[in-house]
């Protein structure tokens, strides 16, 4: 579970940089990352509001608990 500082460092990172804040917060080649650079690319308010809904509403502890955990993590 994040704590309330790294939530905030990635919020404020989705404002600025929103694949960067999905990036810190699910990694650099999962979905949700490829999906904001997209909507970034195709226009940044979209991405702005993909970034903040993966960061504070998709939990990435719910895709990796013990039983499917990648290897490489």
């Known amino acids: 579970m994040p704590s309330r500082c ?4 990635e919020i404020l990172l989705a ?6 804040g999905v990036c810190f917060r699910h990694g650099c ?3 949700e990352f490829f999906i ?4 970034t690319i195709l226009g940044y308010i979209p991405g702005i509001i ?3 809904y993966a960061i504070v ?6 895709y990796f608990d013990e ?4 290897l490489y993590a």
């Open 15 to 20: 404002i600025f940089l929103p694949p960067v």
């Open 50 to 52: 993909y970034a903040l």
């Open 29 to 31: 080649c999962s979905v």
């Open 67 to 70: 039983y499917r955990r990648p």
């Open 57 to 62: 509403f998709v939990d990435r502890d719910q």
């Open 6 to 9: 790294e939530i905030l460092c």
């Open 36 to 39: 904001c650079l997209l909507l």
